[in-house]
């Protein structure tokens, strides 16, 4: 079995998050690997630890990311967790894509590894915390023209298929579809393992294989700012809120609450 | 509110065609500002369904008529409703697809801008047109904390719209809806759907995404979720949960930056703590209120308003106080 994982450097929710000109400050002090996607390697890891042994000798998981060289911070994350390989597609012909030239990029990176053998799943995050779109996993099935099942609760391999069951605002689903395949992950498939020491040193002395968009025969008209189909003009943090008025309740905690709600003409 | 400067076609997803939901109507009153709405669909909208859309002004509402292998549970596969999106998008020559913030439209709305060469801006917070003639999307981004705009250079723009953008209006002139249907293709490669439960929703309460008032509970209920209920119902809110606390079974929706979002007049959080991921999916809402038993809870940093105390204890009674009133008015 081979998976790729497409992962995202991302300001972490916990630093405090900024645009610089525009566009999101991906400054290394604050980057992070896209929490969410831990849950796309958790799944990878798992279905391949479900193998047998000679199976699980054969099989392979990449860790993918299109990022400038800062991304390196993700895929060591993803090492650590326990991936085979890294790959980072960084150029600068890439800088302000929007989501089909993250997508384009994500598929011609595929592409170049089932030139060495083919990938049976691609298995992505739910959602990218900084922009939250939840829409490149769709994207990247459709450019590689494979099936999606998206938003996975339960994930098991049957033969030549991964069948998936999920829960969306709208309804419970089981989707089955035949290999290769894209799956993303939802935060409620599992609970990402903690890295541990063997793991964290051995993920020190990896190497991360760089891409360019020249390597993977990208269309610099297609990609980055050039490709990009929406422009953001205008970022700017929310003003501040003026303080709480905060009550100590003495045993008319509940009443203050409902007076300000009164007084405020909310209910 | 503004009219149209360009004479665009808009287009508004409805799906389901059962009922048209808020969220939909919003769209509608959005997409008026825009130009001249009509609506896509699925299969056929009831007759209320009709005779709202002819009070916000839609006069034609399209109706796919999809390969028979398709009409079934595999109709609310993304790649189908982007397909039909995609068509209606040729048939009417339409400028801009509105379509709700559900996760399924996202992606379709998303895989429809692929099939058309069209932008997209996933989740925006209002829309407008810049003077230009550019369609501009604005955002809340970060759990909140900055405000976004971005504008969309191609011809065609596809949108998905948070919940509580617009007050829904209708139209000056209602106008009689036609239905029309429109064949569709879909190609490309599908996973089979094998089965699939509608969700059935709470009819006692209104809806979590569009509620005016939402009550939130969190670990400190310690799995009570009484009171958090008891305060609900007598305000008349939606109750939603944290993470923590769906995953210990207590409740089965969440708020945040991977569950609902919510942007109501009136947030409440019991015993929520206000991590950032919590934040993302409420730090739009116009009032906030917590009870926390923790003098130092980060959540208060977002509150208007906060009530330190055992959330038991307070919201019983400021239940019973709003009860007194509403009884007294
Ligand atoms: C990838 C990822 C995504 C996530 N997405 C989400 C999301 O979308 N939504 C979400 O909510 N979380 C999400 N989380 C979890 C989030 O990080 C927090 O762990 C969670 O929001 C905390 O829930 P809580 O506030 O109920 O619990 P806690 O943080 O434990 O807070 C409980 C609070 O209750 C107070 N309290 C205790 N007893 C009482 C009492 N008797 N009366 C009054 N107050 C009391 C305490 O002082 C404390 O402040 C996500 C986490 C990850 C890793
Ligand atoms: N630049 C990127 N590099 C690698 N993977 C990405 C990138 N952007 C998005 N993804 C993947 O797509 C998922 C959804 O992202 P999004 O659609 O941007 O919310 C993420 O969880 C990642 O797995």
């Known amino acids: 079995m081979r998976i790729a994982v497409p992962v995202k450097y991302v300001p972490d929710i916990n630093a405090e998050r900024k645009f610089v000109d525009c566009r999101v400050d991906r400054d290394p002090g604050v980057g992070t690997l896209n929490e969410l996607d831990e849950n796309a390697l958790e799944a990878a890891l798992r279905l391949v630890e479900s193998l047998d042994e000679a199976e699980q000798a054969s099989s392979e998981i990449v860790a993918v ?15 650590q967790m326990g991936v085979d390989r890294g790959v980072r597609v960084s150029d600068d012909a890439l800088a302000g894509s929007d989501y089909f030239g993250t997508a384009t990029a994500l598929a011609a990176a595929v592409r170049r590894l089932e030139t060495e053998a083919p990938v049976d799943l691609v298995i992505t995050g739910m959602a990218a915390l900084d922009g939250l779109g939840s829409v490149v996993p769709a994207l990247l099935a459709a450019e590689l023209d494979r099936p999606a099942v998206t938003f996975a609760k339960k994930i098991a391999l049957l033969d030549g298929s991964v069948e998936v069951t999920r829960e969306t605002d709208e309804a419970a689903e089981s989707l089955l579809a035949p290999l290769p395949a894209v799956l993303s992950v939802a935060d409620t498939a599992n609970r990402p393992r903690f890295p541990n020491f063997k793991l964290i040193m051995a993920a020190r002395s990896k190497e991360i294989e760089a891409w360019s968009a020249a390597d993977l025969g990208l269309d610099p008209g297609q990609v980055g700012t050039a490709g990009a189909r929406t422009e953001t003009t205008h970022a700017a943090p929310r003003p501040e809120k003026p303080a709480v008025e905060l009550v100590q309740d003495k045993g008319e905690g509940g009443k203050a609450l409902a007076e300000y709600l009164i007084r405020h003409e909310l209910v | 509110m503004a009219e149209p400067t360009h004479n665009r076609t808009v287009l508004v ?20 500002t825009l130009g001249r709405v009509e609506a896509v669909t699925l299969e056929a909208p009831s007759v209320e369904a009709l005779a709202q859309l002819g009070a916000y002004g839609v ?42 913030a559900t996760f399924g439209a996202k992606e379709a709305v998303a895989l429809a801008g692929r099939e058309l060469g069209a932008g997209v801006i996933i989740d925006a917070a209002g829309v407008s047109e810049d003077d230009q003639g550019h369609i501009v999307g604005t955002k809340r981004v970060f759990a909140g904390s900055w405000d976004t705009a971005s504008r969309v250079t191609t011809d065609v723009a596809a949108l998905t719209v948070r919940a509580n953008a617009v ?5 000056e002139t209602a106008v009689a809806t036609e239905v029309e249907g429109f064949v569709v293709n879909v190609a490309g490669n599908l996973p089979a759907v094998t089965s699939r439960t509608e969700t059935v929703r709470d009819t006692d309460r209104p809806t979590l995404e569009e509620a005016a008032i939402v009550v939130a509970g969190g670990r400190g209920t310690d799995g009570d979720f009484g009171p958090v209920h008891e305060f609900a119902d007598a305000v008349g809110a939606a109750v939603g949960a944290t993470r923590d606390a769906v995953f210990e079974g207590w409740y089965d929706r969440y708020i945040g930056q991977t569950g609902v979002t919510v942007a109501p007049r009136l947030y409440v959080g019991a015993g929520i703590s206000g991590a950032p991921h919590h934040r993302g999916g409420m730090q739009a809402s116009q009032v906030i209120v917590a009870v926390n038993n923790d003098p130092e809870a980060p959540i208060f940093e977002i509150c208007d308003f906060a009530v330190v105390g055992e959330l038991s204890d307070v919201l019983t009674q400021a239940a019973e106080v709003i009860r007194e009133h509403k009884a007294a008015r």
């Open chain 2, 59 to 100: 006069e034609t509402v399209h109706q796919a008529e999809l390969p028979a292998d398709l009409r079934g549970d595999s109709r609310h596969l993304s790649a189908v409703v982007a397909a039909v999106l995609a068509a209606a998008v040729r048939l009417t020559d339409a400028d801009v697809v509105l379509a709700p």
């Open chain 1, 65 to 79: 990311t299109v990022a400038p060289p800062e991304g390196d911070m993700a895929l060591r994350k993803a090492f």
């Open chain 2, 167 to 171: 007050v829904p209006q209708p139209a």
């Open chain 2, 13 to 32: 997803l409805l799906d389901p065609a059962g009922e048209v939901r808020s969220s939909v109507l919003e769209l509608l009153t959005l997409g008026r």
